[in-house]
C-alpha cells in the first residue's frame, strides 16, 4: 500500500479543486483513516468539507485517467448543467410529438362518421388493431436506437401517418393502415425516448423534472385542440389533418442538435452533482427477469387498468357529450374544445405538483392516490349535460389533473423498482401492452354503448377497471426486491456513500 504524503494530498486537491468546493468523491489508494474524516483544512483561502474516499486507485495518475472531467467555458469555471435545457427541449418535443395528434385525432371522428358513413366501432377499432400489431416494436427496438433518433424516426412516422388520415376516400383497410404508422410513430417518439432522457439525467428531482417534460403534452394538447377547430372550421377537416402532419416536423432540428441521450456524452453527471448516483451503476436488467418479477406485473396491472380508463374516456367524451343533449354540431363542438382544453391545462398542475410530490413522498402512496381520483372522474362525465353546464368544468379540471400525473408516474415508479438502466425494457414492455388497454378498453366501450344506446352502463364498466388498477398499485412494495438484490454488493464496496 502506498504512503500518503502532505504533499500528495496537496497536489491532488489543486489537481481537482472544482469551484469552491472540492470533489467530495474523488478515489485515492492508501489514505489512513484520519484522512479521510479530515483531509486539509485550508487551501488556498478555500474551505474543504465533507472529503471521503468511495473507491481505491493505484496512484494520482490514476485517479486524473478514471475521473471524467467536468465541461468548463472559456473563461475555465465549470459549465451550468445541461440537464434544464433538455427539459425545456423535451417540453417541446414532447408536446408535438404526442400532445397534439393523440389528444386531437378523436376530434375528427364523428368527421369520418359523416363523411364515409362508418360506424362508430369501427373507428375506433383503428388505434386497438394497430396497438396489437406493433406490440413487437418496443421490445424488439427501443432499447437498440437512441431517444434522439427515435423521437426524428417517429415524428416523421406520425406525419406521414396524419397526410394518409387527409387523403383517405373511406378505404377502412387503408385506416386501419395509416393508424399501424401513426402508432409506430407513437411508440418511437411519444413517451418512452422522453421518460429515458429525463431519467438518465436526473435523479434526486427526477420527479419534477418529468412533471416539466409532461407540461408539454398537456401545453401543446390544449394549444392543439383550439388549432384544429379553428383550422377544420375553416378550411376543413382534411387541411387540419394535414397541418397536424406538418407540425411534426419542427423536432427534428431540436432533438437533432439541442437534445443528449446521456449527460456522459457532455462530461456531467445527473442532476449535475460531480458523482454518478448508484442507480447509474446498475447494470440493466433481463427481460427474463422483469418477467418473472411479481411487481412488474402489479404495475402493469395497474398501470393498464388506469391507462384503458382514461383512454375511454379521452375517446368517448364527445360521443358522452351528444348522448347528454349537446346535438348542434357547434355547440358540441365548443363543449368539446373547452372540456379539452380544460383536460390538458389542469393536467399541468397534476404533473407539476404530483411530480414534486413524487420526490418528497413516497412514489407507490402518491400513484395510489392518482389511481383512485382517476375512479372517482367517471362518475362526473356522466353528470355533464345542457342543464347541469358548470359540471363540465368540474369533470374537466379534476379529471384532467388526476390524467396528468397518472402517465407520469408509470416511468417514474419503473425506474425506483427496476433501476435507470433497466427502465428502456421496462417501459418498452410496459407502453405497448398499456396502449392496448388504452385502445381496446375504449372499444369494448363502443361495443356495449351500441348495445345499450347510452353511456351510463360502459362507463360503469370502466369505473370498476379503473379501481383494479388502482387496487393493484397498492399491493406494491415500496422498493422492487430485484433492485435491493442489486443494490446489495455495491453498498459493500462503497460504505461511504
Same mark, same amino acid.
Given at each position: 500500500?502506498?504512503?500518503?504524503?502532505?504533499?500528495?494530498?496537496? &497536489?491532488?486537491?489543486? &489537481?481537482?479543486?472544482?469551484?469552491?468546493?472540492?470533489?467530495?468523491?474523488?478515489?485515492?489508494?492508501?489514505?489512513?483513516?484520519?484522512?479521510?474524516?479530515?483531509?486539509?483544512?485550508?487551501?488556498?483561502?478555500?474551505?474543504?468539507?465533507?472529503?471521503?474516499?468511495?473507491?481505491?486507485?493505484?496512484?494520482?495518475?490514476?485517479?486524473?485517467?478514471?475521473?471524467?472531467?467536468?465541461?468548463?467555458?472559456?473563461?475555465?469555471?465549470?459549465?451550468?448543467?445541461?440537464?434544464?435545457?433538455?427539459?425545456? %427541449?423535451?417540453?417541446? %418535443?414532447?408536446?408535438?410529438?404526442?400532445?397534439?395528434?393523440?389528444?386531437?385525432?378523436?376530434?375528427?371522428?364523428?368527421?369520418?362518421? +359523416?363523411?364515409?358513413?362508418?360506424?362508430?366501432?369501427?373507428?375506433?377499432?383503428?388505434?386497438?388493431?394497430?396497438?396489437?400489431?406493433?406490440?413487437?416494436?418496443?421490445?424488439?427496438?427501443?432499447?437498440? #436506437?437512441?431517444?434522439? +433518433?427515435?423521437?426524428?424516426?417517429?415524428?416523421?412516422?406520425?406525419?406521414?401517418?396524419?397526410?394518409?388520415? *387527409?387523403?383517405?376516400?373511406?378505404?377502412? =383497410?387503408? !385506416?386501419?393502415?395509416? !393508424?399501424?404508422?401513426?402508432?409506430?410513430?407513437? /411508440?418511437?417518439?411519444?413517451?418512452?425516448?422522453?421518460?429515458?432522457?429525463?431519467?438518465?439525467?436526473?435523479?434526486?428531482?427526477?420527479?419534477?423534472?418529468?412533471?416539466?417534460?409532461?407540461?408539454?403534452?398537456?401545453?401543446?394538447?390544449?394549444?392543439?385542440?383550439?388549432?384544429?377547430?379553428?383550422?377544420?372550421?375553416?378550411?376543413?377537416?382534411?387541411?387540419?389533418?394535414?397541418?397536424?402532419?406538418?407540425?411534426?416536423?419542427?423536432? @427534428?432540428?431540436?432533438?437533432? $442538435?439541442?437534445?443528449?441521450?446521456?449527460?456522459?456524452?457532455?462530461?456531467?453527471?445527473?442532476?449535475?452533482?460531480? $458523482?454518478?448516483?448508484?442507480?447509474?451503476?446498475?447494470?440493466?436488467?433481463? $427481460?427474463?427477469?422483469?418477467?418473472? *418479477?411479481?411487481?412488474?406485473?402489479?404495475?402493469?396491472?395497474?398501470?393498464?387498468?388506469?391507462?384503458?380508463?382514461?383512454?375511454?374516456?379521452?375517446? &368517448?367524451? +364527445?360521443?358522452?357529450?351528444?348522448?347528454?343533449?349537446?346535438?348542434?354540431? +357547434?355547440?358540441?363542438?365548443?363543449? @368539446?374544445?373547452?372540456?379539452?382544453?380544460? /383536460?390538458?391545462?389542469?393536467? #399541468?398542475?397534476?404533473?407539476? *405538483?404530483?411530480?414534486?410530490?413524487?420526490?418528497?413522498?413516497?412514489?407507490?402512496?402518491?400513484?395510489?392516490?392518482?389511481?383512485?381520483?382517476?375512479?372517482? %372522474? /367517471?362518475?362526473?362525465?356522466?353528470?355533464?349535460?345542457?342543464?347541469? =353546464?358548470?359540471?363540465?368544468?368540474?369533470?374537466?379540471?379534476?379529471?384532467?389533473?388526476?390524467?396528468?400525473?397518472?402517465?407520469?408516474? /408509470?416511468?417514474?415508479?419503473?425506474?425506483?423498482?427496476?433501476?435507470?438502466?433497466?427502465?428502456?425494457?421496462?417501459?418498452?414492455?410496459?407502453?405497448?401492452?398499456?396502449? #392496448?388497454?388504452?385502445?381496446?378498453?375504449?372499444?369494448?366501450?363502443?361495443?356495449?354503448?351500441?348495445?345499450?344506446?347510452?353511456?351510463?352502463?360502459?362507463?360503469?364498466?370502466?369505473?370498476?377497471?379503473?379501481?383494479?388498477?388502482?387496487?393493484? #398499485?397498492?399491493?406494491?412494495?415500496?422498493?422492487?426486491?430485484?433492485?435491493?438484490?442489486?443494490?446489495?454488493?455495491?453498498?459493500?464496496?462503497?460504505?461511504?456513500?
Amino acid at each position: 500500500m502506498k504512503v500518503f504524503s502532505w504533499e500528495l494530498s496537496l &497536489h491532488l486537491l489543486k &489537481h481537482f479543486r472544482i469551484s469552491r468546493q472540492f470533489n467530495q468523491h474523488c478515489f485515492v489508494q492508501g489514505l489512513p483513516v484520519v484522512l479521510r474524516l479530515h483531509l486539509i483544512r485550508r487551501f488556498k483561502q478555500e474551505v474543504v468539507t465533507q472529503f471521503s474516499i468511495l473507491q481505491v486507485g493505484d496512484s494520482v495518475s490514476d485517479i486524473t485517467n478514471s475521473m471524467p472531467t467536468p465541461t468548463k467555458s472559456a473563461a475555465g469555471t465549470k459549465s451550468l448543467f445541461y440537464g434544464w435545457l433538455i427539459v425545456a %427541449t423535451a417540453v417541446v %418535443t414532447f408536446g408535438i410529438s404526442v400532445g397534439i395528434p393523440y389528444y386531437n385525432l378523436p376530434f375528427f371522428y364523428d368527421y369520418f362518421q +359523416k363523411a364515409y358513413g362508418w360506424e362508430l366501432k369501427q373507428i375506433t377499432l383503428g388505434f386497438p388493431v394497430a396497438a396489437l400489431l406493433t406490440l413487437w416494436v418496443g421490445p424488439l427496438l427501443i432499447p437498440r #436506437i437512441s431517444p434522439r +433518433k427515435l423521437i426524428v424516426a417517429g415524428t416523421g412516422l406520425t406525419a406521414l401517418a396524419f397526410f394518409g388520415f *387527409s387523403a383517405m376516400t373511406g378505404s377502412l =383497410p387503408l !385506416y386501419f393502415a395509416l !393508424y399501424f404508422l401513426y402508432t409506430v410513430g407513437y /411508440i418511437f417518439s411519444g413517451p418512452i425516448p422522453h421518460q429515458i432522457l429525463v431519467s438518465h439525467w436526473f435523479q434526486k428531482k427526477r420527479g419534477r423534472a418529468m412533471g416539466i417534460v409532461y407540461v408539454g403534452v398537456g401545453l401543446f394538447g390544449a394549444l392543439g385542440s383550439y388549432f384544429v377547430k379553428i383550422m377544420t372550421d375553416r378550411y376543413g377537416f382534411q387541411t387540419a389533418l394535414m397541418a397536424v402532419g406538418g407540425l411534426m416536423f419542427i423536432t @427534428w432540428p431540436l432533438a437533432l $442538435f439541442l437534445l443528449k441521450d446521456k449527460p456522459g456524452e457532455i462530461g456531467q453527471y445527473p442532476d449535475g452533482l460531480s $458523482f454518478a448516483p448508484a442507480d447509474v451503476k446498475l447494470p440493466p436488467q433481463s $427481460f427474463v427477469r422483469l418477467l418473472r *418479477s411479481k411487481t412488474f406485473w402489479l404495475l402493469l396491472l395497474g398501470s393498464i387498468c388506469s391507462i384503458g380508463s382514461i383512454g375511454s374516456i379521452n375517446m &368517448h367524451m +364527445k360521443f358522452v357529450f351528444r348522448d347528454a343533449g349537446f346535438s348542434d354540431q +357547434k355547440v358540441l363542438n365548443a363543449t @368539446w374544445a373547452t372540456a379539452s382544453a380544460l /383536460i390538458l391545462f389542469s393536467s #399541468i398542475a397534476g404533473r407539476l *405538483s404530483i411530480g414534486y410530490f413524487a420526490d418528497v413522498f413516497s412514489k407507490k402512496r402518491v400513484m395510489t392516490a392518482t389511481y383512485f381520483i382517476v375512479a372517482a %372522474t /367517471i362518475p362526473l362525465l356522466l353528470a355533464v349535460s345542457p342543464a347541469r =353546464p358548470s359540471m363540465v368544468y368540474v369533470f374537466a379540471v379534476i379529471f384532467g389533473f388526476s390524467m396528468g400525473a397518472d402517465y407520469m408516474l /408509470i416511468p417514474l415508479m419503473a425506474a425506483e423498482q427496476f433501476g435507470v438502466n433497466t427502465l428502456a425494457r421496462a417501459m418498452a414492455v410496459i407502453l405497448p401492452i398499456n396502449t #392496448i388497454g388504452q385502445t381496446w378498453c375504449p372499444y369494448f366501450v363502443s361495443a356495449i354503448r351500441e348495445q345499450r344506446q347510452n353511456y351510463v352502463a360502459p362507463m360503469m364498466v370502466v369505473f370498476g377497471i379503473a379501481m383494479l388498477g388502482a387496487l393493484a #398499485i397498492t399491493m406494491m412494495p415500496r422498493q422492487s426486491p430485484l433492485l435491493e438484490r442489486e443494490e446489495e454488493p455495491s453498498t459493500a464496496q462503497a460504505p461511504g456513500d
